[in-house]
């Protein structure tokens, strides 16, 4: 892990093509090693979540080249590489589990972390998850509890419940929501850890009743278009 986030401290300091160009090998070796990484991550996750399997690498992983056509920030390059196992793949709309990593001073995250479930997902699952919270409360928060180690993260919400729902509904707080995210930061003596592998799987297992609430929710929104 050292030798990816050197490379990303380095693409935080140094992100134009000249630099690129001239040390593209520390790019593809920092990638290469992410890859290896995200790989065991996703045969471990495959492992305990049905609806992830059959999913590739590729259909996980993004591109380190930054679109940069519509953003004020020309920077060519990411400063961050991220992995999202999401049934379906990474544009499917649907809950996943996220793992990232960021240069120093890149602020994208602000942090190295895990976060599993649905972000910026499609207004249609968002009524369809809401709507779950609604009749079956009990069972999002026991879910919420399982994942003892996260947070949810309640930055993104609606300043009153939607119109659907009672303002004094026992769960206002989630149908609040417009994201349904967890977050755990990574720390360093984790990252470098021998045990990083493991560990995020063990994690991520942890959130498999979440996305699993989530994902119900999503695959009826999709099957009723």
């Avoid at 984790?190 to 063990?202: E, K, Q």
């Amino acid at each position: 892990m050292k030798e990816i986030i050197d490379f990303l401290n380095l693409i935080v300091e140094n992100n134009n093509r000249p630099w690129f160009q001239q040390h593209k090998e520390l790019y593809i070796n920092a990638q290469n090693k992410f890859n290896a990484i995200a790989e065991q991550i996703l045969i471990g996750v495959q492992r305990f979540d049905p609806l992830t399997r059959g999913l590739t690498l590729k259909d996980c992983t993004y591109r380190f080249y930054r679109d940069t056509r519509f953003s004020p920030d020309k920077s060519p390059y990411k400063r961050h590489f991220g992995l999202f196992i999401c049934p379906n793949g990474k544009k499917s709309g649907m809950a996943g589990y996220y793992f990232h990593v960021e240069g120093e001073g890149a602020e994208y995250l602000g942090h190295h972390g895990l976060f599993p479930g649905m972000y910026q997902c499609p207004p249609e699952i968002t009524r369809s998850v809401r709507e779950d919270i609604s009749t079956k409360g009990e069972e999002f928060e026991k879910a919420l509890k399982k994942a003892k180690n996260f947070s949810l993260d309640m930055a993104q919400k609606l300043k009153k419940v939607p119109k659907d729902y009672p303002a004094d509904h026992p769960y206002a707080e989630y149908l609040k929501l417009k994201d349904y995210c967890l977050y755990q930061t990574i720390d360093d003596d984790m990252l470098y850890s021998d045990r990083l592998v493991d560990w995020v799987i063990g994690e991520f297992r942890s959130c498999y009743d979440f996305n699993s609430f989530l994902n119900r929710a999503a695959l009826f929104a999709m099957e009723n278009e």
